[in-house]
C-alpha cells in the first residue's frame, strides 16, 4: 500500500544520545514535513522541504536537523536529546509545496529521559 | 501572534449531529483544512475550503467564513466510529499549516 513509512514506532531514549527516526514516501510527493504533537497543542512544524535537496526550519526547529538527498526519505536527527524532545512525531508529504492535502506517517512516539 | 481556536473536547449522542466550531487568526489567508485523528493514530484529511461556503461529502460537511474568520465542520448520523479529535488548521500567507489543538468527540451510545 503506498503511502510514508516511520520508524521506529517507539523509542525510549537517554537524555544526550543521538537519534534519527526515518521516514520514507513511495508517493512521489514533492514536499515532506516533520512535526511534532504535544498534549493541548496543535501540530508544530520542525522542519520541511519543498523538493529534494532543499529544507527550511519551521516554528520550533531548534536541536532538530533534516536532509533531503532524494525525493523518498527525509530522516529527522537529534543530535542530543533532551527530556522536552518527548513527543509523538509525525512525517508528512504533499504533492505541492504550497500546503496542500497532507498524507502523514503513522507516527514516532519518542521518550526521552 | 496566529491563534486557531477550538473546543477541546465535545460529547454527542449516536445518530445525532454535531457542529465542531474552528475561529482563527492568522496573517493572511490561504485556505482552512479539517483532518480527524483517532486516538493513537495519524491526522487523515477530511476537507478543505478556500472561498465562503458550505463544502459537503458525504455525512460530513465543512462551512468557511473568511469575513468572520470561522469554520465549522458539521457531522450527521454520528457513528461510534467517529469517535476521534477534529483538527482544524489554517494555510497564512506564507502557505504555512497552522493548527489548532484538536476537539475530542466523544461519541455516547
Known amino acids: 500500500i503506498a503511502g510514508i513509512t516511520q520508524a521506529p514506532t517507539s523509542q525510549i531514549l537517554a537524555a544526550g544520545r543521538r537519534m534519527t527516526l526515518r521516514c520514507t514516501q513511495d508517493?512521489?510527493?514533492?514536499?515532506m514535513y516533520w512535526y511534532r504533537q504535544d498534549l493541548g497543542l496543535g501540530l508544530r512544524l520542525i522542519h520541511y522541504?519543498?523538493?529534494?535537496?532543499?529544507?527550511g526550519k519551521g516554528e520550533v526547529p531548534d536541536g532538530y536537523s533534516v536532509s533531503r538527498a532524494n525525493t523518498d526519505d527525509f530522516p529527522l536527527t537529534l543530535a542530543s536529546a533532551v527530556p522536552s524532545q518527548t513527543s509523538v512525531y509525525f512525517c508528512?508529504?504533499?504533492?505541492?509545496?504550497?500546503?496542500?492535502?497532507?498524507?502523514f506517517g503513522e507516527g514516532s512516539r519518542l521518550t526521552v529521559l | 501572534g496566529q491563534n486557531i481556536d477550538q473546543p477541546t473536547e465535545m460529547t454527542a449522542t449516536e445518530g445525532a449531529i454535531v457542529q465542531i466550531n474552528c475561529t482563527y487568526q492568522?496573517?493572511?489567508?490561504?485556505?482552512l483544512f479539517w483532518y480527524q485523528q483517532h486516538a493513537g493514530e495519524a491526522p487523515t484529511f477530511l476537507s478543505y475550503?478556500?472561498l465562503d461556503g458550505l463544502e459537503e461529502k458525504g455525512r460530513f460537511s465543512s462551512f468557511l467564513s473568511r469575513s468572520k474568520g470561522y469554520s465549522y465542520l458539521l457531522l450527521k448520523e454520528l457513528q461510534m466510529k467517529d469517535s476521534a479529535s477534529y483538527l482544524c488548521?489554517?494555510?497564512?500567507?506564507?502557505?504555512?499549516?497552522?493548527w489548532g489543538a484538536g476537539t475530542k468527540l466523544i461519541i455516547k451510545p
Open positions: 508528512a508529504s504533499s504533492d505541492s509545496g504550497d500546503g496542500g492535502e497532507l498524507f
Open positions: 508517493m512521489r510527493h514533492n514536499a
Open positions: 522541504s519543498n523538493t529534494a535537496g532543499t529544507t
Open positions: 492568522t496573517s493572511g489567508f490561504n485556505g
Open positions: 475550503n478556500v
Open positions: 488548521a489554517v494555510k497564512d500567507s506564507n502557505y504555512q499549516l497552522i
